[in-house]
């Protein structure tokens, strides 16, 4: 029996970031309101992390309120209509339930229905895979448009006296519009794993033990500090020199440098390791908005166009890395 062939359909040639939406906690929270719980001091987390203050939403402000937002900005600012919007992508560690996803109410809450919408899983790159796979959709024509979203509420799973992870946590969401290009804005992406260091950041109990332990206490994050500071530090800054050269471009041909938003000293060291010259505006977005994972990127993006609109149509290499622990990072052109 002769079988006729599968249709195929392909899509846009290339991709670019159409807008950027942002929303962050609506608390802001200076380092001396929390160093009392881990004995520590102001001066040691600015030291250590370059952290001034970060923001934290209050108790009835979730993550996925913050990403509804954040969406609706970037789809009004990108002009084109939530029918058009073929998925809707949320990464996220923190949603508020384990299923359904948040991607899903935030489509429905913009109007993208009956748009497909997944959730991501890859924590602090979790946005960088986001975008990835926008373009992967695009280009192979399963969607025009495609809305990426980074959101946490880490606030929910800190623990105020944990030294290792809870005093850079913060809440926020930030998301963009992908769409057709004439010519590339997102370049191939670079990404990857090493499972091989699982344990160095995650939560402090399963699911399966905060349901039946004694002590009623819910699973919170950690980390491995010294480990994942030097997994950042010398890999990852081998991981962003990768997508530099597979775009084909130097750290000079930059406008912007948006890395995760992970502590102030990893984002000095990369520069450093790039070379980036004094003209890239470096995003330090760390310093009063703090660490909030998935968010981080989309958050400082948009800070840095709205400081800087002149560097629209420019250049950006973005980076994100955490647990897992897994990474990418691409070339992307401001919108």
Known sequence: MTRPPLKHTTGSEFTRIYAVGAARGDVVVPNDDIV????????????????????????????????????????????????????????????????????????????????????????????????????????????????????????????????????????????????????????????????????????????????????????????????VFRWAVWEMAKVAQEALDRAGITSADLAAFIPHQANMRIITEFAKQLDVPDHVVIARDIEDMGNSSAASIPLAMHRVLEEHPELSGGYALIIGFGAGLVYAAQIVRLP
């Open 36 to 227: 009392g719980p881990i004995d520590s001091s102001d001066e040691w987390i600015q030291q250590r992390t370059g952290v001034i203050t970060r923001r934290r939403a209050s108790e009835n402000l979730t993550a996925s309120a913050m990403a509804i937002s954040a969406a609706r900005e970037a789809v009004n600012r990108s002009g084109i209509d939530p029918s058009e919007i073929g998925a809707v992508i949320v990464a996220t560690i923190s949603n508020e339930v384990p299923t359904p996803s948040m991607a899903a109410l935030v489509a429905d809450a913009i109007g993208a229905t009956p748009a497909a919408a997944y959730d991501i899983s890859a924590a602090c790159a979790g946005f960088c895979y986001g975008i990835a796979q926008a373009d992967a959709l695009i280009r192979a024509g399963v969607a025009r448009f495609v809305v990426v979203i980074g959101a946490e509420k880490l606030s929910d799973v800190a623990e105020p006296t944990d030294r290792t992870i809870s005093f850079l946590l913060a809440d926020g969401a930030g998301a963009v519009v992908v769409g057709p290009a004439d010519e590339a804005g997102i370049s191939p992406t670079v990404w990857g794993s090493d499972g091989s260091k699982w344990e160095s950041i995650g939560m402090t109990k399963t699911t399966k033990q905060a349901f039946t332990d004694a002590d009623t206490q819910l699973p919170t994050l950690r980390q491995d500090g010294q480990t």
